[in-house]
């Protein structure tokens, strides 16, 4: 996916609609509703790749809606379209019909100027491979987003400071990612995906590169979030990863498979499994 983040310029703010208010704690967190506010709607959407030789439906009619406060895993086997769907959730590409909605805003449009703008402003991403900034440290790191808006005053140093220290990492404002575990490294991450309030944060594969132990941790701190209010939508390959999420929608060459709530027993369960396993990894490490 490309690295937004490594432009050498912050790009000019180009107007888009007015935000829509984004939630703290709510009980539409608990039981998304259909009169809930939507974080966005997919209606219709496909995505066509025209090659020389042939063209390729990567996506082919996907509708859904994710209510605010929602916490979503995409799922699907390879090719289904997982991928050419965040793109176009995060504002990386276009559909060639169809809508996707962020708030009021038709992403499909948009003027690239103002895909760029609503990405850096209203999205916030969790790569697998973190994709922080080396030279920057967590606090830096954490107001990159901002830095593009040309916002970098106090106010937006103390915000920075605030979600590391809600993410765990108040010992660790002035390290750099070389001297962070992988997990702290992805808990910069979560903190930078938050620091512009977004319609959703957009997770690729977050615990792909992580251990039992560290994996367990961070969706610990998704359910948190997404406890506060907070709406996810991640796409994984691990079907104990999905199982923390609230609903999976599954994709299958290009469309819609399925889309199903998880039982509060699952999520309990995902999570006693997975906090089982973590516990046997943290025991061995002790014996050995
Ligand atoms: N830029 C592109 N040009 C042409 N075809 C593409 C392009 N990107 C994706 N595709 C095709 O679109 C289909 C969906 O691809 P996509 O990468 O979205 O699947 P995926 O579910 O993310 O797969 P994986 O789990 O392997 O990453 C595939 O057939 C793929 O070959």
Known sequence: MKNFLLHSNPPAPVPIS??????????????PTSTAKLATRIDALTKEYVLKSETVRALRGVSFDVPQGDYVAIMGPSGSGKSTLLNMLG????????SLM??????????????????????????????????L???????????YQGLLGPKEYARAVDLAERVGLADRL???????SGGQQQRVAIARSLVNDPYFILAD????????????????????????GRTIILVTHEDDVAERARRIIRLKDGMLHSDEPVSDEQRQSARELQAAAALAVKNKQGLS
């Open 18 to 31: 007015p935000d829509v208010p984004i939630p703290t704690a709510s009980p539409a967190a608990e039981k």
């Open 91 to 98: 504002c990386l590409d276009q559909p060639t019909s169809g």
């Open 102 to 135: 962020l708030g009021k805003d038709n992403i499909s449009l948009m003027t690239d100027d103002q895909l760029a703008d609503i990405r850096s402003r209203r999205i916030g991403f969790v790569f697998q491979s973190y994709n922080l900034i080396q030279q």
């Open 137 to 147: 440290t967590v606090v830096e790191n954490i107001q990159v987003p901002l830095y």
């Open 174 to 180: 002035d390290h750099r990612p070389n001297q962070l």
């Open 205 to 228: 594969e977050p615990t792909g590169n992580l251990d039992s132990v560290t994996t367990d941790e961070i969706l610990a701190l998704f359910d948190q979030l997404n406890g506060e």
